[in-house]
C-alpha cells in the first residue's frame, strides 16, 4: 500500500500511531513492509492456504465472534445433503462437469431449496458491489493492466438460477451483474440450527472444510514458518470482537488470479467470523490502481453492463426483446428490497439516454440499446481481433501493448486492426508499436504490411478539466480545472461529445443528403445538448445532474431528483445512474463539498458525497446486537432509538429506518418490508453474511486452494492443481509451462510477480515521459535473492534474461534480501520480482521489455480477470538475444519442456499425473 | 554577517499573513543566527525535522522540491543500490531519499553514538538501553530481522554555516528565517562553499543538467519564496506521512524530543536524535534528524563541525606570529645597532 497508494498510507501510518498493528502479507519486501510490524513473506499465489488457515485457526480455537455470527451469517443455515465437498471428489466440489469445465450448482443450494433465483438486493445489494464490502472489487486494476472489461469487482455472479446456466453467466462475466448481489432467496424461509451443531449446516460444512488448513499445512504450500502465522492469526483475533474491528486491504496481487474472486471470499469468511463487517475499522477494502476505477464500473466501461449495475441484456436470453421481459430477468415483485423498483431506474435511465423519443408506447426505447451476443471481455476482444472479426479499437488512458498480459498477442492483434486511435497523453506504446514494438525487432512484423490506420489523439490530465472521481469507497469527489489543456490536448468529454455532435450531423444528412435512415436512429434520437463553454468543452456539471436525474413533469419539473426513490417507471423522471441519485440534491453539486474533517463528525459525511444516499459504510445495521444496541460504547456506530422507533447514529443507516430489531416478516412480504430485523446484510436474498456461497460464483461456494496455472509445485491438498473451471486459451501463441511434478516443470523452476512502484504509474503513460519521475526509477530491472543470484550467476547491476514459456526480456538486476527463497513443500522456490512500468519503444524517456510480455492469457471464470500476479519462468545471466534469435531461444525453451497445447490447459487434472505430495506425509 | 538591515525591513509582507492570529511571532532568542546576523525582529528560526522512522520512501519530497524550484533532471541512471538511483545531495538534487537494507543480523552489541549529543533526560539516546525492553523486536539488542530503513536528507541550514562564512560575493546570506540560501544571480562559481560545507551538500551545477545556472552553486532554500508568502516548503507539503515536518526550530526540537521519548517507551531503543544539538559542532542544524540507526549508516557525518570554526583562533594565532616575526625583525634590527 505504501508503494502504491502513498497517499491513501498517511492514514495506516496514524493509526499505526494511535497503537494500530500493521501486518503486511506479501511474497517481497516492500516499502510497506519496511514500516509495519511485521512482514511475512508467502509464495505467489497460495493465500487461500493462508486465509483458510485463519478460518481454521478460528474455528478451531473457538474464536469466532459467536453472537455476531449466529445472527448475522448464514452459518446457522442447513445445507442439502448431497453437497460434496472437494476432499471427497479429490478437488472438485459436486456438481462438476469435465466435460465443459463449469459446475451445476445444485447441490449447493440451501435444504429445500432446488434453485435460488436474482436478488433480494435492492439497492443495497447493488452498492454493495461498489467495493467496501467483503467479496467486492479488484476493480483497480484492470486498467491498470488496461482491460476495460475486467474491471469490475470479483463480485460474485448476479445469475439467475443457480443451476441455470452457468456458461451462459461465463460468457458474459455475470459477476458484475446487478452488483453481484449473490441471489435471492426467496423470502429468507430457509432452516437453520442455531445450535450450529447440525453437521449440514454451513458451521459445520465449513468447519470440516477448512480442517486441513493447519498451520503445518500453510507452511508447506504457502512457505510461511508456524511461528509467523500463528502471530498473525492472534493478532486478527486478538484485534477483533465488541470492542475492537480488523480491516483487511488488498489490491491486485489478490485479484489477478485465475482463481481471484475467491481470494476475496476467504478475507470474508474471515471478517463474518469475526464479526468485523459493518463496523467501524472493520471491512474489506480493496485498493484501485486508478483514482476513478470506481466509477468506471459504477457508469461501467465494460462490456456487460449498463449504469447502475443494471444488467446489459443479451439477444438470446430475452425473446420477445421487450422492456418488460428485461425488467423481469432483474427482479420480481415478490422479492426483498429495492430492486423491485429496477423498473423506474431502467425508464429513468431510457429517459436520460433518450428523452422526448423515449415514450411508454414504444417501451422508452428499449429496443435501441444494443444487445449482446457473447463474450466481449478484452481478451475475448483482442482474440477477435487476430481472427479479423474486430475492426477498430478505442484507447482511452489504456496502454495494453505494456499494461495487458501477453503483450505479444495485444499487439499483433492491433496490427490486424483497421484503424485504432489512442486517445493518451504521450505517444504510448500503443501508439508507436507499429514502428518500434518488439515484433518488429524480432521479424514478425513489418512495418510496410501493417494496414492499421492509427490516430493520435493528446489527452487533457485530470488537472486539465472538471469532474469527479470515485474512489473506493463510494464517494464521489469532483475536481477542478486547475489549468487549460496545452496544445491540441483535450478532456475525454469533450472528444466524445464533438464526435457524437459529427456523427449524428452526419448520419442526419444521410448519405448523399438523402436524410437519415431508420436504423440510425439511436443516435439521432440520443439526448445530445450539453452546453460547451468558449473552447467547446461540454459542461461536466451538466452531465453530473443529468446522472442524478430530474423530474420531467409535475410540480416539480426541471428539478433534480434526491433520491432514486423518486424515479418512476411512468417516464415521470429521468436519471442517467440511479445509485447516484442524490449527488445533485437540491440542485447542488454535492460532490463538491470540502468541509474539514475537524469541523464535523468524525464519520466526515460533508467531504464529497457517498452512494448511495451519501452512506460511509455498507451494512452498519451490523454495528449494532441483534437488540439495536451498539457492540460497545467504543465501536458504537448506528442503533436503534428505541423512543423514537428509529434507526439512528453516526453515519446514514443501512437498514430500513423503521423496522425494528424485533420485527419479523409475514411469510410472502417482499420489499424491503421482506427483512427481518436482524438481517444486517440487506443485499443478500437471506439478509445474512454468506460465509457460504450456495449461488452466485461459478467456481465453488468456498475458497479452497488451487494453485496458478503456472507452478513449480503440484497442490498440497489434492490432484486437483489449478482452479477447474479457470477460462483457459489453447491456442498456439498463447502456451502454458508445465507445473508441479509434470514433466519439463523443472525447465522454468521459479515463480515471478509483478508490481508497481511507488516512482511510476501502471503502464507508464503518466511517468516515463516526465523527467523527475524516469529519474527514480530510470531503468526494468528484476529483483532476486542472493541465493537466487549466486545459483544463477546475476551479478547487482548486470542484467538477467527471463524466459517464460511465452517470451524472454532482459531486465537490470537489483540483488537484495528482500527477496526471500521459501520452503515450499520440502523444496526452495526461489521468486523473482518485475514491476510491470516499461515497454518496448522510442519515445519515452526510459524503456525496456516489458513484464506483461511474460504472460499468457488465462482467466479467472467469474469476472474474466487474467492471472498476471504469478506465472512460472528461468532466469539467464546476461542480456537476452535480438531478432529471430529471441524467437528460436523461446522455441528452444518450449522444446525443452515439452509444451503442447494441452499443457496446462486441461481444466481438470488428469489421474494419475499429479500424486498429492502431502497424502500419508 | 553579510547581510545587515540597513534600510531592510525585517519582516517581508507575507509572512504576518502566514501566522494564523494575524501577528508575526518573533524571536526572542539572543542566539537566534537570523538576528545574530543582523536581522531585526526577524521571524522564529525555520526548519526541518525529519522523523525517519516514519518514512515509507515515496520519493514525494524530491520531485516536489524539483518541481516548485525548477530544478533540472541530473542522469536516468540505475545506481543498483536499493532504490536509490539519485545517489546524493547536489547542485540538482536539494531532496534525497536514502535506502538501506540492513541484513538480519545476529544481536549487536548497543553502539555508543561518536556525535556530541545533548542528553535530555531520559530522551537521550541510549538512555533505556539498560531498561527492560524485553519483547521489542526493533532494538539493536534484540532486533535480528532485516530491516529497510528510509531517510530524506537535505541542507541542513546550520546555526553556524561554513558555506556562508566563506562565500565571498554574499551569494550565500542568511534569510530572516535562520535559514541559509544562495542568491544565484550574486555568486560567480568560485566554489570556496562546496569543501566548506561539513555535510557535503552544496555544490556547483554542471553542464549536462542543463542551461540554468551552469557553475552556479545550489542547494536548498527551505523555499525562501514558499516561506515569504507564509507557505510550507514543498517538500514537507507533499510529504504524506509527516516524516518531514515544518516549523519554527524550537517547537520541532521539543516535538523532537517527545516522538524519540515515544520510540524508547515502545522499545525502539536504537531511536536518537541527529544534528538537533545546538552544542554540536554546527550550532544545531535547522533541519535535523530522527535516525533508527547510527548517522554512518545514512551517509552522515557523525561529528559534523564548522569548517571555519577553528578559523578565528587559526587568525589569531597567525596574527601572533607575524607581530612576533615583526617583533623579532624590529629586535633584530635594533640588537645590530647596538
Known amino acids: 500500500m505504501a508503494e502504491c497508494h502513498p497517499v491513501g498510507f498517511q492514514w495506516v501510518m496514524e493509526a499505526k500511531a494511535r497503537g494500530a498493528t500493521v501486518i503486511h502479507v506479501d511474497p517481497r519486501f516492500t516499502r510497506t513492509s519496511a514500516v509495519a510490524d511485521r512482514h511475512v513473506a508467502i509464495r505467489a499465489g497460495s493465500d487461500i492456504a493462508f486465509l483458510g488457515g485463519i478460518v481454521n485457526h478460528i474455528l478451531s480455537t473457538d474464536s469466532y465472534f459467536r453472537e455476531y455470527v449466529v445472527a448475522y451469517t448464514n452459518a446457522a443455515t442447513i445445507l442439502r445433503d448431497d453437497f460434496v465437498d472437494v476432499d471427497d471428489l479429490d478437488g472438485v466440489f459436486s456438481g462438476y462437469d469435465p466435460e465443459s469445465g463449469t459446475y451445476d450448482t445444485a447441490t449447493w443450494q440451501y435444504r429445500g431449496r432446488t434453485s435460488v433465483s436474482a436478488a433480494a438486493g435492492e439497492e443495497e445489494q447493488i452498492r454493495n458491489s461498489g467495493g467496501a464490502d467483503g467479496d467486492t472489487g479488484q476493480g483497480g486494476d484492470s486498467q491498470q493492466h488496461g482491460h476495460g472489461s475486467d474491471q469490475g469487482g470479483g463480485r460474485h455472479s448476479g445469475g439467475e438460477d443457480g443451476s441455470q446456466d452457468e456458461a451462459s453467466q461465463g460468457a458474459r462475466g455475470a459477476g458484475h451483474e446487478l452488483g453481484g448481489h449473490g441471489a435471492n432467496l426467496g423470502h429468507g424461509q430457509v432452516d437453520r440450527d442455531e445450535t450450529l451443531q447440525d453437521p449440514h449446516c454451513v458451521f459445520q460444512v465449513l468447519k470440516r472444510h477448512y480442517a486441513r488448513y493447519t498451520p503445518e499445512m500453510v507452511q508447506e504450500v504457502c512457505g510461511v514458518p508456524p511461528e509467523d502465522f500463528l502471530a498473525v492469526c492472534r493478532a486478527v483475533v486478538e484485534n477483533s470482537g465488541r470492542e475492537r474491528t480488523t480491516a483487511w486491504v488488498y489490491s491486485v496481487g489478490w485479484t489477478h488470479h485465475t482463481v481471484g474472486v475467491q481470494y476475496i471470499r476467504g478475507a470474508a469468511v474471515i471478517q463474518l467470523l469475526l464479526g468485523n463487517m459493518g463496523r467501524p475499522g472493520g471491512g474489506i477494502l480493496a485498493l484501485r490502481g486508478h483514482a476513478s476505477i470506481q466509477g468506471s464500473t459504477d457508469i461501467p466501461t465494460l462490456f456487460n453492463l449498463l449504469p447502475g449495475y443494471l444488467p446489459m441484456p443479451m439477444v438470446q436470453e430475452h425473446g420477445s426483446d421487450s422492456l418488460a421481459d428485461y425488467v423481469a430477468t432483474i427482479a420480481s415483485p415478490q422479492q426483498k428490497g429495492f430492486w423491485t423498483a429496477a423498473d423506474a431506474y431502467t425508464v429513468s435511465l431510457l429517459k436520460a439516454y433518450w428523452g422526448d423519443a423515449a415514450q411508454p408506447d414504444n417501451d422508452f426505447c428499449y429496443r435501441y440499446i444494443p444487445k449482446l451476443t457473447g463474450d466481449h471481455g478484452t481478451y475475448q476482444t483482442v482474440m477477435d481481433m487476430l481472427d479479423d472479426t474486430v475492426e477498430g479499437y478505442f484507447l482511452l488512458g489504456q496502454n495494453p501493448a505494456v499494461g495487458s498480459a501477453h503483450g505479444r498477442m495485444q499487439r499483433l492483434a492491433m496490427s490486424h486492426l483497421k484503424w485504432l486511435v489512442v486517445r493518451d497523453l504521450n505517444l504510448i506504446e500503443s501508439a508507436t508499436f507499429w514502428k518500434d514494438g518488439p515484433e518488429i525487432h524480432t521479424g514478425e512484423l513489418r512495418t510496410e504490411d501493417i494496414g492499421t490506420e492509427v490516430f493520435f489523439l493528446p489527452a487533457a490530465s485530470h488537472v486539465e478539466k472538471d469532474g469527479t472521481f470515485t474512489q473506493t469507497q463510494r464517494l464521489l469527489q469532483w475536481h477542478h480545472k486547475a489549468v487549460e489543456p496545452p496544445g491540441d490536448c483535450r478532456s475525454d468529454l ?25 436504423r440510425d436512429r439511436p443516435l439521432l434520437d440520443l439526448v445530445w445538448d450539453y452546453p460547451v463553454d468558449e473552447h467547446g468543452e461540454p459542461s461536466a456539471d451538466a452531465v453530473l445532474r443529468e446522472i442524478n436525474g430530474v423530474h420531467l413533469s409535475g410540480d416539480k419539473a426541471g428539478q433534480p431528483l434526491s433520491s432514486y426513490t423518486e424515479m418512476k417507471p411512468d417516464g415521470s423522471t429521468s436519471g442517467g445512474c440511479w445509485i447516484y441519485t442524490g449527488v445533485y440534491a437540491d440542485g447542488v453539486n454535492q460532490s463538491q463539498r470540502r468541509k474539514p474533517g475537524q469541523d464535523q463528525s468524525w464519520v466526515a459525511p460533508e467531504w464529497g458525497w457517498a452512494w448511495p444516499s451519501n452512506r460511509r459504510t455498507l451494512y452498519n445495521r451490523a454495528s449494532a446486537d441483534p437488540q439495536g444496541r451498539p457492540w460497545s460504547e467504543r465501536k458504537a456506530y448506528v442503533w436503534w432509538d428505541a423512543e423514537k422507533r428509529t434507526w439512528t447514529g453516526h453515519d446514514v443507516p443501512d437498514f430500513p429506518l423503521d423496522t425494528a430489531p424485533d420485527y419479523r416478516p409475514e411469510p410472502g412480504v417482499g420489499g424491503p418490508k421482506g427483512l427481518a430485523g436482524d438481517d444486517p446484510f440487506i443485499m443478500q436474498g437471506d439478509g445474512k453474511g454468506w460465509l457460504y456461497a450456495p449461488t452466485g460464483l461459478l467456481d465453488g461456494p468456498m475458497p479452497t486452494h488451487y494453485e496458478p496455472q503456472e507452478s513449480p509445485v503440484s497442490n498440497g491438498l489434492y490432484r486437483q492443481q489449478a482452479n477447474p473451471t479457470r477460462q483457459v486459451f489453447p491456442r498456439p501463441d498463447n502456451p502454458s509451462g508445465p507445473s508441479g511434478d509434470e514433466p519439463g516443470a523443472q525447465v522454468f523452476p521459479y515463480v515471478f510477480t509483478t508490481y508497481r512502484l511507488t516512482e511510476h504509474h501502471t503502464a507508464g503513460g503518466m511517468s516515463r515521459w516526465l523527467p523527475y519521475l524516469s529519474e527514480l526509477q530510470p531503468a526494468f530491472f528484476c529483483e532476486v535473492s542472493p541465493a537466487l543470484a549466486a545459483e544463477r550467476g546475476l551479478e547487482n547491476g548486470g542484467w538477467a534474461t527471463i524466459v517464460s514459456a511465452r517470451t524472454a526480456i532482459e531486465a537490470r538486476v537489483l540483488v537484495t534480501e528482500r527477496m526471500v527463497p521459501l520452503r515450499v513443500n520440502g523444496r526452495t522456490v526461489h521468486q523473482v520480482g518485475l514491476p510491470y512500468h516499461w515497454g518496448v519503444g522510442s519515445d519515452a524517456l526510459t524503456t525496456g521489455d516489458s513484464a506483461n510480455d511474460l504472460f499468457g492469457v488465462t482467466l479467472d471464470p467469474n469476472v474474466h480477470i487474467q492471472e498476471t500476479k504469478v506465472a512460472t519462468c528461468d532466469v539467464r545471466a546476461g542480456r537476452r538475444p535480438t531478432g529471430a534469435d529471441l524467437l528460436a531461444l523461446v522455441a528452444e525453451y518450449q522444446r525443452r519442456a515439452g509444451i503442447t497445447l494441452a499443457t496446462g490447459n486441461q481444466q481438470r487434472t488428469p489421474v494419475g499425473d499429479q500424486p498429492s505430495p502431502l497424502t500419508g506425509s | 554577517m553579510t547581510l545587515t538591515t540597513g534600510g531592510v525591513p525585517p519582516v517581508r509582507a507575507g509572512v504576518a499573513a502566514a501566522v494564523p492570529d494575524g501577528a508575526p511571532v518573533r524571536t526572542a532568542d539572543p542566539d537566534d543566527p537570523a ?40 542522469g536516468l541512471d540505475l545506481l543498483g543500490t536499493s532504490y536509490d538511483n539519485t545517489g546524493g545531495l547536489g547542485a540538482s538534487t536539494w531532496r534525497h531519499v536514502a535506502f538501506i537494507e540492513q541484513p538480519a543480523a545476529p544481536a549487536r552489541p548497543a553502539v555508543d553514538l561518536g556525535m556530541p549529543a545533548r542528553h535530555r533526560g531520559s530522551a537521550g539516546p541510549g538512555a533505556d538501553r539498560t531498561g527492560d525492553t524485553a519483547g521489542a523486536s526493533t532494538g539493536p539488542a534484540e532486533r535480528t530481522d532485516f530491516r529497510w530503513l528510509m531517510s530524506s536528507d537535505v541542507c541542513k541550514h546550520c546555526t553556524h554555516a561554513a558555506c556562508l562564512d566563506v562565500c565571498p560575493t554574499g551569494s550565500l546570506f542568511r534569510t530572516e528565517f535562520g535559514t541559509v540560501v544562495v542568491q544565484d544571480d550574486i555568486c560567480n562559481g568560485c566554489g570556496y562553499c562546496v569543501p566548506a560545507c561539513p555535510y557535503g551538500v552544496i555544490e556547483r551545477r554542471v553542464e549536462e543538467h542543463g542551461p540554468k545556472n551552469v557553475g552556479i552553486a545550489q542547494k536548498c532554500t527551505l523555499c525562501y519564496d514558499r516561506l515569504e508568502v507564509g507557505r510550507t516548503p514543498a517538500c514537507a507539503q507533499a510529504c504524506p506521512t509527516a516524516s518531514i515536518q515544518f516549523g519554527d526550530v524550537e517547537e520541532l526540537r521539543e516535538r523532537a524530543a517527545a516522538r524519540l521519548a515515544t520510540l524508547h517507551d515502545q522499545g525502539v531503543a536504537e531511536a536518537r536524535l541527529y544534528g538537533d544539538d545546538p552544542d554540536d559542532g554546527v550550532g544545531g542544524a535547522g533541519a535535523f534528524f530522527l535516525l533508527l540507526d547510527e548517522p554512518e549508516v545514512y551517509g552522515f557525518p557523525p561529528d559534523p563541525v564548522v569548517t571555519t570554526r577553528d578559523l578565528p583562533a587559526m587568525w589569531r594565532r597567525a596574527g601572533v606570529a607575524a607581530v612576533t616575526l615583526l617583533a623579532g625583525a624590529a629586535a633584530s634590527f635594533l640588537g645590530r645597532r647596538r
Request: glycine content about 14%; hydrophobic content about 30%.
Open chain 1, 494 to 518: 469533450h472528444f466524445f461529445f464533438h464526435l457524437g455532435r459529427m456523427m449524428r450531423e452526419r448520419l442526419a444528412r444521410g448519405e448523399d443528403g438523402s436524410g437519415p435512415l431508420e
Open chain 2, 35 to 74: 538576528r545574530k546576523s543582523g536581522w531585526d525582529g526577524a521571524p522564529r528560526r525555520k526548519g526541518f525535522f525529519t522523523d525517519t522512522s516514519i518514512c515509507i520512501g515515496c520519493k514525494a519530497c524530491e520531485v516536489a522540491c524539483k518541481e516548485w524550484n525548477g530544478v533540472p533532471e541530473d
